[in-house]
């Protein structure tokens, strides 16, 4: 019997980088009935991280306290009847992104010894610490003459990935070392924390942040395995480390799709959140994908996450034959992105990044220069709230001269890898630049040549899918940016030389955790179906101008050759 509206509506929770989102969703049309976002309060003033070694550790008392906060926040704005109504939670958060945990699933961040521990809390994805235990996992898989466990990750496995944070973190404190019995993904705890799960041997893993990020593979046996696919070998992870052979052992061997039930909400969190007791809680998911999901992705549309960074989802039929791994990218796992076809992801490490980093530089001197001048009338509040103000408005006004600006009067040309390069063939050692530097470089001629470089970024992505035999038809994008920047989006889609479709509404990635809710609670058989229903509509196309268009194609031509020479220096 179809749905009527009012009649059923799902919780999508969405963990970004910097806050946590909860959307409540009628789950007859997708109508949103309510939203809120609250910021992370120890992440907000810089705790347990040095951006400057590449640390970002992310206390789990952020994401509990939020959870609490934003969910009673989100009800209250639906009204006194909407509670009631709630079917069932599903939630996505970065990725990879693991804390160490014991025997009962619980951060060894949350126990007193250990609770200002960074090595005990979860390692953010854009922590880049483990890039040497990163390379020596690729040095291995490539020279000890068994399976290449990169194979199915673009061939080169990430400092951003479970292995090479949990080896870093296994180094880094031998006291963390000694008390971890596992470790947890941030989406994998919080559905074993709503749902009760107290044994980590119980607990449903994630296909989408295992199979993109801990290398695990449905044609991979590990020991004990059936056919249920598998991790790296215990021969390979010992030559690594011979302490990954026991925290493998805790993972099983059985992943599962983000449209299947882990647990039931407990009554205790029912109570501390406001909603049903015993209501299906989803296996959890990377926000990324989940907002391929809540983008719709489909084969040969690929969906654009675009945020401080971006992620570049597509999916795909399932080989009838042997699964050809796609050279470069970031990974491709079946039923990662959407349930029986085999999920591709790509993505850029620095993408709103870059344009933050820039707004910095410009704020130095508000930030340390201004508080020690003495002006008459003008106390410290106020200079704290000038610079507030300055800061927020530093980046739509670059945009409105930087859209001014000819292309071809530029004279700039920059590469995007201010955080090292993802995709195309990942290496994050490899450092952005900008060259054709001269005494009339403004502000905004600068700012341009970073947008056009994160445009550049995406087409090289583009481009390395339709050459490995992935088809791209279509494009649309969803993220902070999509529907933010006017500017930055038309660029892309000159670059790119293809229209970009931005949906309606700012919480695409909630969404697609509220259609995985959806099928989990047994609303909808399949995404297809939860996305035909709930989808949001197109709100704006960008389409390509053709005489940029034209431009871009030499001034790309000039990006590819400066990373060409930037990588020979990096290495």
Not at 96 to 122: G, I
Request: glycine residues 12%; charged residues 20%; contains cysteine.
């Amino acid at each position: 019997m179809e749905l009527q509206k009012g009649e059923a509506y799902v919780l999508g929770l969405d963990y970004g980088t910097d806050s946590c989102r909860v959307v409540i969703i009628d789950a007859a049309c997708g109508e949103e009935l309510a939203s809120a976002v609250t910021n992370y309060p120890r992440w907000a003033k810089g705790l347990y991280s040095n951006p400057a070694a590449n640390q970002f550790r992310q206390h789990p008392l952020d994401y509990i306290e939020t959870l609490e906060q934003t969910v009673r926040d989100a009800l209250g704005k639906a009204g006194p009847e909407a509670a009631a109504k709630i079917r069932s939670i599903a939630i996505d958060t970065t990725g990879s992104t693991p804390c160490a945990v014991d025997r009962t699933a619980q951060p060894l961040s949350l126990k007193s010894e250990f609770a200002e521990n960074p090595s005990a809390m979860f390692v953010l994805w854009k922590d880049h610490t483990g890039g040497a235990e990163a390379g020596r996992i690729n040095d291995l898989a490539k020279s000890w003459g068994g399976i290449d466990y990169t194979r199915f990750q673009g061939g080169t496995y990430s400092p951003e990935c479970f292995w090479a944070k949990v080896m870093r973190v296994l180094s880094e404190d031998s006291g963390v070392a000694a008390a971890a019995y596992s470790f947890l993904e941030h989406c994998d705890w919080m559905a074993a924390m709503l749902t009760g799960s107290a044994d980590v041997l119980s607990i449903k893993r994630s296909r989408c942040v295992m199979g993109h990020k801990a290398m695990w593979h449905g044609t991979f046996a590990g020991k004990g395995s059936s056919n249920e696919g598998g991790y790296p070998s215990d021969d390979f992870l010992s030559r690594l480390d011979p302490r990954l052979v026991k925290i493998r052992e805790t993972l099983g061997n059985k992943t599962y799709t983000s449209d299947t039930v882990s647990g039931l909400l407990t009554r205790e969190w029912a109570a501390r959140l406001g909603l049903p007791a015993l209501i299906p809680v989803a296996v959890g998911g990377v926000d990324a994908h989940v907002g391929g999901v809540g983008g719709g992705v489909r084969p040969g549309r690929m969906v654009m996450v675009v945020g401080t960074s971006t992620c570049d989802m597509i999916v795909g039929p399932k080989p009838l034959g042997e699964e050809k791994p796609i050279r470069g990218i970031c990974g491709q796992v079946d039923g990662s992105i959407v349930p029986g076809m085999i999920g591709y992801e790509a993505g850029q490490s620095a993408f709103g990044d870059a344009y933050a980093w820039f707004r910095q530089l410009l704020l130095w001197p508000l930030e340390n220069i201004l508080p020690g001048i003495e002006i008459e009338g003008i106390d410290q509040a106020a200079k704290e709230k000038l610079t507030r103000a300055i800061a927020k408005k530093i980046l739509p006004e670059l945009e409105k001269a930087a859209d001014k600006i000819d292309p071809l009067d530029s004279g700039l040309v920059a590469l995007d890898w201010l955080n090292g390069r993802r995709s195309p063939d990942a290496d994050l050692l490899v450092k952005g630049a900008i060259v054709g530097l001269g005494l009339g470089s403004s502000a905004p001629r600068i700012f341009r040549a970073l947008v056009e470089a994160t445009a550049f970024g995406a087409r090289a992505i583009t481009e390395r899918f339709r050459e490995e035999g992935v088809p791209i038809e279509s494009i649309a994008a969803v993220g902070g940016i999509a529907g933010k920047s006017s500017f930055v989006m038309q660029t892309i889609a000159d670059v790119l030389k293809m229209p970009i479709e931005v949906a309606a509404g700012d919480q695409s990635v909630a969404l697609g955790a509220a259609m995985f809710a959806a099928v989990a609670a047994g609303l909808y058989p399949d995404i297809p179906a939860a996305q035909k229903a709930m989808g949001a509509p197109i709100e704006k196309i960008y389409t390509p101008n053709a005489e940029r268009a034209k431009v871009y194609d030499g001034i790309y031509e000039r990006y590819k050759g400066l990373g060409v020479f930037v990588e020979t220096l990096t290495k």
